[in-house]
């Protein structure tokens, strides 16, 4: 599986952002697809996820974060609402054969994009 992740970028405090992730190669209904973030001197935290058929999804801020996908166009979205600093970070994209049931972190993902800049300035 091969995932692109762009649409991040140099927003205010309160705006809004949608990132986007392209997967390509041999998905499944059955992959779990989720984003997580990196600030520096942070370790890489869970931020959504979703089962590729829609049928589960987990967000670590349902409130501001929602993740959705477009089956037909292969791409997985993040919808990020009243950003604020400490939101600043690297988003990555990142995939596994299937939804997991336990704490989602970032050793339990199989396969990863490379990330895009997410800055909210104050």
């Known amino acids: 599986v091969q995932l692109q992740a762009s649409g991040g970028g140099l927003v205010q405090a309160g705006g809004s952002l949608r990132l986007s992730c392209v997967a390509s190669?041999?998905?499944?209904?059955?992959?779990?697809l989720g984003w997580f973030r990196q600030a520096p001197g942070k370790e890489r935290e869970f931020v959504a996820a979703?089962?590729?058929?829609?049928?589960r999804k987990l967000s670590a801020d349902p409130v501001r974060f929602t993740i959705s996908r477009d089956s037909a166009k292969n791409t997985l979205y993040l919808q990020m609402n009243s950003l604020k600093p400490d939101d600043t970070a690297v988003y990555y994209c990142?995939?596994?054969?299937?939804?997991?049931?336990?704490?989602?972190?970032?050793?339990?993902?199989?396969?990863w994009g490379k990330g895009t800049q997410v800055t909210v300035s104050s």
């Open positions: 990142a995939a596994r054969s299937s939804w997991y049931a336990g704490a989602w972190t970032h050793s339990i993902m199989d396969y």
């Open positions: 190669g041999r998905t499944s209904s059955n992959n779990a």
């Open positions: 979703m089962r590729w058929n829609g049928s």
